[in-house]
């Protein structure tokens, strides 16, 4: 079996139930599911080492896969894995199946650019903290981006980034959750002077009700 950070190749479980699933991680195996669309459920095994040093990859994460099932092909987007409390052991994984038609919700990470060369860096010497490190986005399947760049050349104290500020790729749109316009980064000075947006809250949460 075969994994990389593009394709995955697996064999359907016949075995189900905790003693199975426990009988098939101790042979070196990571139990999974395939779910979505018009299929029904499908119970998979993919071999251990290879979906472990997957899953260190941030793209796998946040693109497209190619899963290879009973010699069959269709794509699929990583949707939860669970791990071993204390050990480098995958102990589930599911994958979700993508239409190629339908708009689909998923999180991409955000890759941030300029921070050195911003003014909060170079001329306040400030600390630069990301409040957000992904956000949920709706595309098709083709034009899901793998990341999101947010750039931080005209980060200031006192004019943080938000999401306003972030460009987007053509057919992808910000699915928003309660905030309008959340806060990405901010800059703060090493005695304490916070973005314009962070006092006022702050300022806020000082005043009596």
């Known amino acids: 079996m075969k994994i990389s950070t593009s394709h995955v190749v697996a064999s359907r479980r016949e075995t189900q139930g905790t003693g199975a699933s426990r009988r098939l991680r101790r042979s070196g195996k990571v139990p999974g599911i395939v779910y979505g669309g018009t299929n029904q459920p499908v119970s998979i095994e993919m071999d251990h080492n290879p979906i472990l040093l997957a899953l260190k990859v941030e793209a796998f994460h946040s693109s497209i896969l190619s899963l290879e099932l009973d ?6 987007l990583l949707r939860d894995f669970q791990m071993h409390p204390f050990k480098a052991q995958v102990l589930h994984v599911d994958f979700q199946r993508v239409d190629a038609n339908s708009k689909l919700h998923t999180r991409v990470p955000l890759h941030f650019i300029g921070q050195e060369s911003s003014p909060a860096v170079k001329l306040e ?34 004019h943080p980034v938000h999401v ?31 973005s314009s947006d962070d006092a006022a809250a702050q300022d806020g949460a000082e005043k009596p009700a």
């Not at 010699?71 to 699929?76: D, F, L, M, T």
């Not at 903290?129 to 006192?158: G, I, M, Q, Y």
Request: hydrophobic share 40%; glycine share 8%; aromatic share 2%.
């Open 164 to 194: 306003s500020d972030i460009k987007l790729p053509s057919g992808v749109t910000l699915v928003a959750h309660g905030q309008d316009n959340p806060v990405v980064a901010t800059a703060t000075k090493a005695g304490g002077a916070a």
């Open 71 to 76: 010699g069959k092909s269709e794509q699929v």
């Open 125 to 158: 010497g400030a600390i630069v903290s990301h409040v957000l490190n992904d956000l949920e986005v709706s595309c098709l399947p083709k034009d899901l981006p793998e990341f999101l760049e947010v750039d931080l050349s005209n980060l200031t104290v006192a």
